[in-house]
């Protein structure tokens, strides 16, 4: 089963710069797509960025041009980063990494399930 940790969040002010991670343990598959969400109080979730296998990549329109999803596969160590410079304060989210097992490719609409994600972390951004 696989189990997603995320780490990194924190507060910030505007126009500032985060990086998230995603520790991803008991991995077997060998074609997947990660991505991820982020859900603020009373808002839907949404996913923000997700990247397949081959390291193509879809992003949410809000995010476009600031935000970065990027893995480290080197030596097994499946981490999952997104990297987050001029943060909003409409940024401000819990976020979650997610896996789609079932994904070789991502489309532009992003992932098309959202198979397991970890316990979040909190981004909050300052006007």
């Known amino acids: 089963q696989v189990q997603l940790v995320e780490s990194g969040g924190g507060s910030v002010q505007a126009g500032g710069s985060l990086r998230l991670s995603c520790a991803v343990y008991?991995?077997?598959?060998?074609?997947?797509?990660m991505g991820w969400l982020r859900q603020a109080p009373g808002k839907q979730r949404e996913e923000v960025a997700a990247?397949?296998?081959?390291?193509?990549?879809?992003?949410a329109d809000s995010v476009k041009g600031r935000f970065t999803i990027f893995k480290d596969n080197a030596n097994n160590n499946n981490t999952l980063y997104l990297q987050m410079n001029s943060l909003k304060p409409e940024d401000s989210s819990m976020y979650y990494c997610?896996?789609?097992?079932?994904?070789?490719?991502?489309?532009?609409?992003?992932?098309?399930?959202?198979?397991?994600w970890g316990q979040g972390t909190l981004v909050t951004v300052s006007s």
């Open positions: 008991g991995l077997t598959y060998k074609t997947y797509c």
């Open positions: 990247i397949d296998i081959e390291g193509g990549t879809s992003y």
């Open positions: 997610t896996i789609d097992t079932g994904c070789t490719v991502v489309a532009d609409t992003g992932l098309a399930y959202h198979e397991a």
